[in-house]
């Protein structure tokens, strides 16, 4: 949140509820219908991907990516584009064609960034979620088709 998008926080972000949030995960990730990708430097963390899979039968060829993040410090040393070609490797893996996802569309957003590796913007809706500020903002959706490779 601080320097960054509001990933589904309202400022300010208690620690505890940091925590609980990330406990959350733990179910999701061991049924397997989430994986989360860290990246390290040394043993800190310093930024993370989530890719939820779609479990209903006309739904397993797609996938939504979410809570990209790095650290504002580790920001533009290429760490998200790691994260997102670890996680597209990983879906191919899984037979999955579509990604899809959806950002800010203001300056807290990361549009640059995925258009920069491929996905292509197909629209927003108004007042979508709350900024940290408690603000609404429109979002920013996006896809990517996998090739196989």
Do not use: C
């Amino acid at each position: 949140m601080d320097g960054g998008g509001s990933l589904g926080f309202l400022s300010p972000l208690l620690p505890s509820d940091a925590i609980d949030y990330w406990r959350s995960l733990a179910p999701q990730v061991q049924s397997g219908v989430l994986a989360v990708f860290i990246a390290r430097e040394e043993s800190r963390i310093v930024g993370s991907a989530q890719i939820a899979f779609v479990s209903k039968p006309n739904g397993r060829h797609r996938a939504e990516v979410l809570k990209v993040m790095v650290h504002p410090s580790h920001r533009r040393r290429g760490i998200a584009a790691r994260l997102m070609s670890e996680l597209e490797r990983h879906a191919r893996a899984r037979s999955i064609r579509l990604l899809y996802l959806d950002t800010a569309e203001g300056p807290s957003g990361a549009r640059d960034f995925y258009e920069t590796i491929g996905y292509t913007y197909a629209g927003g809706i108004p007042d979508y979620a709350l900024d940290p500020d408690g603000r609404p903002a429109k979002n920013a959706i996006y896809f990517k088709l996998l090739s196989a490779r």
